[in-house]
């Protein structure tokens, strides 16, 4: 028997995991990139087998105790097979731009794909979207005020575009935020009587500490590894922090999610393994390349069989300090977190249909998430993602276009928290999984789009190549295959049905992911019109194709 908190954030698929005796948690963490490369990781830091290995979810922590229950896997496959397929060759490229071609369309459908893309590059809707969602409504917490308020907005906002609106009711979790601070007590080379603060935030469903905070001592470690190598007993009672620094190198080369992926683990497995290892509380590294002292939160799990213990990020500067304390000598923190996690609340997917002409049970979906964290007003995540969506039917409503198959819009509500949403969407539509044609999904901010991501055999590439011919015209003409598009709409590709996400610059978009500066102004207007302009092409060539 899982506890709903944590089946939450299992969705599918987690690792059946023998225990040696040494090995004694699993972390569950969410993206599947970042799932990918953090099983990765583990795989070639030897901590476990490919066989073990599941698709999605992770892993285990190494931690030296006793054994935890463990999770049915439903989905096991190596890290080998999990591998994107292989990617057409330069020479098949060439011909494939030289030759053009119409292939699937008629020359007036893809006269259509070139008007709605130039219509998206002049729009001002996505830019004035998403800066409603974000200044005029906030943070869009999981079963908050604002989230409902977002919810209300969308559906009206479709509604006045002639769409079919739905709400499809999903329970939400229901978190929210207190108190939170930390200082050290006592340090090497303290100044008599003085404090040193310590810039946190707590992780999405992390409980909280006594009322007054706690005092313990601070163990730094880098890595899983470090762990396994202290002494038994050596974080017992004490804050256990995991100082795994995100590779700024790696996401500057446009490999965001991969470096995201490396850090990521320890934000979703810390609090277990600190349990595991009988810390008091746990606090990690933050998840994200800001340098200006600013905390990235996002959410944590709990294993059944382990204590929930609080759990917070520092920032990377923070985390340094901290660091280089320990190694000097003993470092005594006051930690206080005051979240509490309230019961489920009765949230909805936004879902907007607008109708196909021949074949309206046929739908394409195209999709952000809805809701958001709280320090800053969700903008880049995932604002944008909505925004553009919601673009995709206004601009075929401007131009009086109905494709032969329906357009679906659709706000996902708890990505951030565990997908639920998206989740409740699999149940509720489980029988009309063969009427899905597509799905495509925004959620790596609104940054300029080089082509798109797509979930299905190498063929799908081939087939949207004069698609793609089109995008060129906005830079954004890659097609790239992988095996996973987007968290809300992974049921959907796990069903086989084709899947797509803009292939967006990553760069710069953990920089503010998950912190108090994801507001309006990270958002490019011409970069947010690209990525409308790929959802709204891509879906009607979707959706309208023979
Ligand atoms: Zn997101």
């Known amino acids: 028997m899982v506890p709903n908190g944590l089946r939450r954030r299992m969705r599918k698929v987690a690792l059946q995991l023998p225990c040696h005796g040494t090995h004694a948690a699993y972390c569950i963490v969410r993206r599947v990139e970042a799932q990918r490369s953090a099983a990765a990781a583990m795989l070639t830091s030897g901590m476990i087998s ?21 999770i049915k896997a439903q989905t096991s496959r190596s890290a080998s097979q999990a591998a994107p397929a292989a990617q057409p060759s330069m020479m098949d490229r060439l011909n494939a731009m030289i030759g053009g071609g119409k292939g699937a369309w008629s020359d007036e459908q893809l006269s259509t794909m070139e008007r709605l893309r130039d219509k998206a590059m002049e729009s001002d809707y996505a830019y004035k979207e998403v800066r409603h969602l974000t200044d005029n409504i906030g943070p869009r917490l999981s079963g908050s005020p604002q989230a409902q308020k977002a919810v209300e907005w969308v559906a009206d906002e479709m509604r006045k575009l002639g769409a079919e609106v739905t709400l499809e009711r999903t329970k939400v979790p229901h978190w929210v935020r207190g108190v939170e601070t930390g200082e050290l007590m006592e340090w090497p080379g303290q100044a008599a009587g003085t404090e040193q603060k310590i810039v946190l935030t707590a992780l999405g469903g992390s409980v909280a500490t006594p009322e007054q905070g706690i005092r313990a001592e601070v163990v730094v470690v880098d890595n899983w590894r470090e762990l396994r190598a202290l002494p038994a007993g050596a974080v017992k009672g004490k804050i256990l922090l995991f100082n795994h620094p995100f590779d700024k190198e790696l996401a500057a080369t446009g490999h965001g999610l991969d470096a995201y992926g490396g850090s990521v683990v320890y934000r979703g497995a810390g609090p277990i393994a600190g349990a595991t290892a009988g810390a008091a509380a746990v606090l990690v590294r933050s998840a994200g390349g800001g340098d200006y002292r600013s905390p990235h939160t996002g959410a944590t799990a709990y294993a059944p069989g382990t204590t929930k213990i609080p759990a917070a990020a520092v920032t990377a500067e923070d985390a340094e300090l901290l660091k280089t ?21 009765d949230s909805y997917n936004v879902i907007a249909d607008w109708k196909g002409t021949e074949q309206p049970k046929q739908v394409v979906i195209v999709s952000g998430h809805l809701d958001s964290w709280d320090l800053g007003t969700g903008a880049i995540d995932d604002g944008a993602g909505v925004a553009v969506s919601m673009a995709t039917l206004e601009l075929l409503k401007e131009m009086g276009i109905h494709p032969k198959r329906t357009v679906r819009m659709i706000a996902w509500m708890s990505e951030e928290e565990g997908s639920e949403g998206a989740a409740q969407y699999m149940k509720d539509h489980a029988t009309e999984m063969g009427n899905h044609a597509g799905a495509i999904e925004s959620d790596l901010g609104a940054g300029h789009p080089t082509g798109i991501y797509y979930a299905g055999k190498p063929e799908l590439g081939k087939w949207l190549r004069p698609v793609a011919q089109v995008l060129d015209g906005i830079g954004a003409g890659s097609l790239v295959n992988a095996p996973e598009t987007g968290e809300d709409i992974a049921g959907l590709t796990e069903k086989g049905v084709p899947s797509f996400a803009p292939i967006q610059d990553s760069r710069f978009y953990f920089n503010y992911h998950h912190t108090a500066a994801d507001t309006f102004d990270k ?22 194709a023979p």
């Open 50 to 70: 490919p066989q073990k290995c599941c698709r999605f979810m992770v892993i285990t922590v190494a931690c030296g105790a006793t054994a935890l229950p463990v």
């Open 325 to 345: 304390l320990t190694r000097e000598g003993k470092v005594t923190m006051h930690l206080t977190l005051t979240p509490q996690t309230l019961p489920d609340a």
């Open 523 to 544: 958002i490019d207007k011409k970069h947010l019109n690209e990525n409308a302009a790929i959802m709204t092409v891509l879906a009607y060539a979707l959706a309208d």
